[in-house]
């Protein structure tokens, strides 16, 4: 049980600091910008609600949040099944356990411009591993640059080789939590496989899975770097997803009003899809 | 072998297929790369690596990433180790929802606060300082840290606090000498964490830096649009950031999951 002491503010007051300096001050900066207007010389007028309501109206924020949209679901709806898969055909002890965990971790760590100049390099037509195995192996015409199906695939592709080991990192972490007794009443009553998947596996890993989904709805959300360096957010506006869009708009055009506009509204999505996530997962700790 | 074995093998194959391109192009010669197709490096060659390693703008992009993760990892661990044991331990106004507000913060898109970040850096005289990038990092590390800290402490009884009191032990001393040795997978792991992510990370670092600090990754972007097309250097300086994290790994492999599940598995 925990005691009620007002000495806890003490003892965050760090984190509260250092964290308020990095979050409120830019934070407030961006709503700042995103009530007004200006003409440069760091002139502004009050331009109240106005660059919302044309956000919200643009039809160039509603595509990018369509792309942004197809991308999040495209990718939860195939890692978070694979990385279940791939928990549950992972051996369970030996020495094959941490050689398994290390090599799957790998791609996490790398950094994410690197993730995409190594996809860019991977899939470079005539130079490239892949591209060249498609194109002069398979005889299939792919060229990214210039096929914005190409550059989807590849751009789903490559979060897939990313993020998936996540998913089977904590699947994995939820099911060797699953006591022995489990399996052997399971095997005693001849329950099918389907079944101690459905009613111990699954159940158990229920949890992680929340996290895993929430982790990767904010990640992939946010991100930038990677789609950035291999696809440029093309070719066209085909791959542009909302954060390509926001740095466009932000600091190729300087357009701070509509960008900052744009800005809160995309936290605010991502605040409330999270905190819906956050809710589930915290239900079940009280 | 179990014929389930081969989908976790055909998944690391794919996995490694990608980092094999980039170490074999690292080892190629330009004239080889934009000659053909090679599955392996014909001429072998370590011309690309020893131009990082004599060129100061290559090597210096690494040191300076290492600093200010290194300055990062300190900072953030050193704030969230306190904060961690407050929420692990006492319950006190708005602990809940501070806690809800720390975790909101991982998820502010970067690409957000780039812009704000650069002005508010300014403002403070930091721009182009490795501080800059550490104290930027610790918006996303100082929540995970508390986070996976918190869920390690937790772990831990009551009792043993109460204990030390009885014996006579200072707080201070007690979570010291005590308290964060019996937590210490669990401050390796948030150390490892709050590496990786600043390590991993190229928008904000990219943001705040011009030359002084600028890292390894920033390097490598202007590297790749400017000078021509040098996908064999490009490929080296690749293989080379991702050693550091290859090193890393093998000392949390049992608690990378834990890590991720910020401390709740």
Known sequence: ?286 | MRPRSVVPIIYILFLLLPIYWLVAMSFKTTNEILGGFSLFPQEWTLDNYREIFTDPTWYWGYINSILYVTINTVISLAAALPAAYAFSRYRFLGDKHLFFWLLTNRMAPAAVFALPFFQLYSAVGLFDTHLAVALAHCLFNIPLAVWILEGFMSGVPKELDETAYVDGYSFPRFFATIFIPTIKAGVGVAAFFCFMFSWVELLLAKTLTAVEAKPIAATMTRTASSAGYELGLLAAAGVLTIIPGAIVIYFVRNYIAKGFALGRV
């Open chain 1, 1 to 286: 049980m925990k005691t009620e002491n007002q000495r806890g503010w003490l003892f965050v007051l760090p984190v509260l600091l250092l964290v308020a300096f990095n979050a409120l001050i830019p934070l407030m900066t961006v709503v700042n910008y995103s009530v007004q207007e200006t003409f440069g010389n760091n002139q502004f007028f009050w331009h109240g609600l106005g660059w919302f309501e044309d956000i919200l109206r643009s039809e160039r924020f509603h595509a990018a949040l369509g792309r942004q949209l197809f991308f999040t679901f495209t990718i939860l709806a195939i890692e978070i099944p694979l990385g279940v898969i791939i928990a549950l055909a992972m051996p369970r002890k030996g020495f094959w356990v941490p050689v398994c965990l290390v090599l799957m971790a790998l791609p996490m760590l790398i950094p994410w411009n690197v993730v995409g100049s190594m996809w860019n390099i991977f899939t470079l037509p005539e130079i490239g591993l892949l591209g060249y195995f498609l194109n002069d192996v398979l005889g299939v015409n792919y060229d990214m640059t210039q096929q914005p199906v190409a550059a989807w695939i590849t751009i789903i592709v490559m979060d897939v080789w990313h993020w998936t080991s996540l998913v089977v990192l904590l699947a994995y972490a939820g099911l060797v939590s699953i006591p022995d007794a489990y399996y052997q009443a399971a095997k005693i009553d001849g329950a099918s496989n389907w079944s101690v998947f459905r009613y111990i596996q699954l159940p158990k890993m229920k949890r992680v899975l929340t996290i895993a989904i929430l982790l990767r709805f904010m990640d992939s959300f946010n991100i930038y770097t990677e789609p950035f360096t291999l696809t440029g957010g093309g070719p066209g506006n085909s791959t542009t997803l909302l954060s390509i869009d926001l740095v466009k708009i932000a600091l190729g055009q300087f357009d701070l009003g509509p960008a900052a506009a744009m800005s809160l509204i995309y936290f605010a999505i991502t605040l409330a899809v999270s905190w819906l996530f956050y809710t589930l997962m915290t239900k079940d700790e009280q």
